[in-house]
Structures are given as C-alpha cells and as structure tokens.
C-alpha cells in the first residue's frame, strides 16, 4: 500500500491540472469555434439568466471542505482530506490515511505548484505555465472546475460579468436541458458546459484537435447561502496512454467558510528531494 501511494502522491498533483487542460496549446484566441465538436448542434433559444447568476453568486472568498478522493482507474485507492479554497488565490490539499496522518499535500497559486509526498521525502514545484501548456488558465478556472460552477478560461471576473461572453442554447436532447459555449476560445482547445434544468452545472467537456474530449460530470448539487456547488466532480481522461478515471467528493455540510479559514503556508522540508516535471506523467502507468 505504502508504494501504491508512493506513485500516487505525485501522480494527483498532475491530475488536477493535466486532466482538463492537457492539450491547450497556444493562448492564442479564436472567435468561431466549432461548437457541435463539443457537445453537438443547438437549437434556438436561451434560458432565463438571472436563474443562472443567481445559482453562482460570486460573494464567497473562502471555503474550507472535507474531502474524499477516489482513484478507479488506472488503480482503485481511496483516500480522505481537505481542502482549503482561497477564492483565486490558493488552493490547498491536503490527503491523510489513518495511521499515518497527512501522506501528502498539494498547493495551487496562480503562478506555481507545489506537491509534497511525506512518504518518500520528495515533491514537485513547478511553475503553472509550464503545466497548463500554454493555455490561460487560471488558479480562479481550476477552483471553479472543482466545484462545480462554469468559467471562461483565464478570467477572474464573477459570471455576471461574462455571461454575455456565452452561448446558452437549449440541448439538442432533454438531458442535459441546457449548452453553455464560450463565444470566444483559445485556439487549440474547444469548451463548453451542459446545465440542467435548473441551471445547475452538468459537465464540462474539453477537445484538443482530433482527439477524444476530455469530461468532468457534476452530481449532488447543494444549495448554500453563497450559491450552488457541486458535492462530486468525476474527471475521465487519457494522459500518456494511460487511462484516468477519479472523483472527489466534498462535504458541504462540514464547511467552513470565509472569515472561519485560515489559508495555510505550506514549505518543502529540509532533506527533501525534487522530482522532474518530465517524470509526471511517466508515474502515472506504473501506478
């Protein structure tokens, strides 16, 4: 278990990142992308938007959240945590098995990433760019794709700022009700979101050129007194010919929120040693 770990902790600073946002290419903007390619040709119309805005209020600055991860492919591991979201700013992760304690953590800022294993005595810290390929993305994106609340890649403004940036059209099938595409993209990647009903986040699909879309899908929606979140995100993906397919699983009704978290610093110890962002994805088979 111990080794399966081992492979594990540096492998899921990887996932959080590549898993969407792998093959972004350039930042580079198009203005027509090819919407069908995403989620396929829709019909006329539009839903009401302040259902829409009202559903992601943007008036929360912090959330503090127990969390458990659950890795199915290419291995079955289950491990619990927490996750402390400072609103743009960090984002912090922290994983423990019993006995143990704290086997690892991961830390997002909007410019770097920092993964320390416990186990092994060794971490990653890597520049954000260097990850996202290029692409814009944003530590902002990547909070709100956990959560489960639509984005435009690369920007901090709240959603009521940008929904006119946004194609919302009904679904050419009844589920999901709604198509929520980005009027504007980064050239090499196409993206768009699925909503229900209620306006509520469905999936988000991502596709880079010819290859095969990449899917977070959202369940359990919750209602709070700063707006909707999704309680799982489920992300299925191929990185370096290896299948991925995990979920994590947020417990809304243990968070803390705003004045009641306190980010937290996180250092590499001393005797520590670096692994090369090249070896990443090279983990990720041999887990």
Known sequence: MLRLFSRFLPAIAALIIVAVFQSCGSAKKSAAPSQSSVYGATAEGSPDTKTLLANYSPNWEKIQLPLTLRLRQPKSISVSGTATFDR??????????????????VKLTPDSLLAIDKINRKYIAEPLDGIVSGCPVSAADIQNLLLGRPFLIGSSDPLGRMVGKFDIQPSPTSKPAWLMIPRV????????FSLDELCRLVSVAAKAGSREPVVATYADPVSTAFGVFS?????????????????LEWNFSKAKWNSDVQPRSISVPKNYSRIPAASLMKLLPSL
């Open 185 to 192: 993209q980064p050239s090499a990647i196409e993206y768009g």
């Open 231 to 247: 309680s799982t995100v489920s992300l299925s993906a191929t990185v370096a010919k290896t299948p991925l397919d995990f979920s």
């Open 88 to 105: 743009g700013n960090s984002l912090t992760i922290s994983l423990r098995f019993p006995i143990l304690g704290e086997i690892g953590v």
